[in-house]
Nanobody
Framework: QVHLVESGGGAVQAGGSLRLSCAAS????????MAWFRQTPGKEREFVAA????????YYDDSVKGRFTISRDNAKNTVFLQMNSLKPEDTAVYYC??????????????????WGRGTQVTVSS
């Protein structure tokens, strides 16, 4: 079982940048594909980006393509989300997730096996 802890959230103005990190422990990091989701109050958790266990395959939601970059450092058991050109509509709690299907780039949150507790990102206009 893997334990995930997100960090790096905060408050920024529109057009700014943030880098989220998700540190994994308690499992074999390379056994998992990793993803970022986000959620706002009253809405379903939505897919942001996913990365395969090698980092060789990546998939983004159209809403963040060209602005966000997902990456992973398997030596440090960490996945990152670099967020540039932030918009107020990016405001949400961002969650890190691990999928035992390590080559999968699933956009369905139900298919992920482990979750972090989330980190708040607030973008003001």
């Amino acid at each position: 079982q893997v334990h995930l802890v997100e960090s790096g959230g905060g408050a920024v103005q529109a057009g700014g940048s943030l880098r989220l990190s998700c540190a994994a422990s308690g499992g074999t990091f390379t056994a998992y594909a990793m993803a970022w989701f986000r959620q706002t109050p009253g809405k379903e958790r939505e897919f942001v980006a996913a990365i395969s266990w090698t980092g060789g395959n990546i998939y983004y939601d159209d809403s963040v393509k060209g602005r966000f970059t997902i990456s992973r450092d398997n030596a440090k058991n960490t996945v990152f989300l670099q967020m540039n050109s932030l918009k107020p509509e990016d405001t949400a709690v961002y969650y890190c997730a691990a999928d035992e299907n390590r080559v999968g780039l699933n956009t369905n949150s139900d298919l992920y096996d482990y979750w972090g507790r989330g980190t708040q990102v607030t973008v003001s206009s």
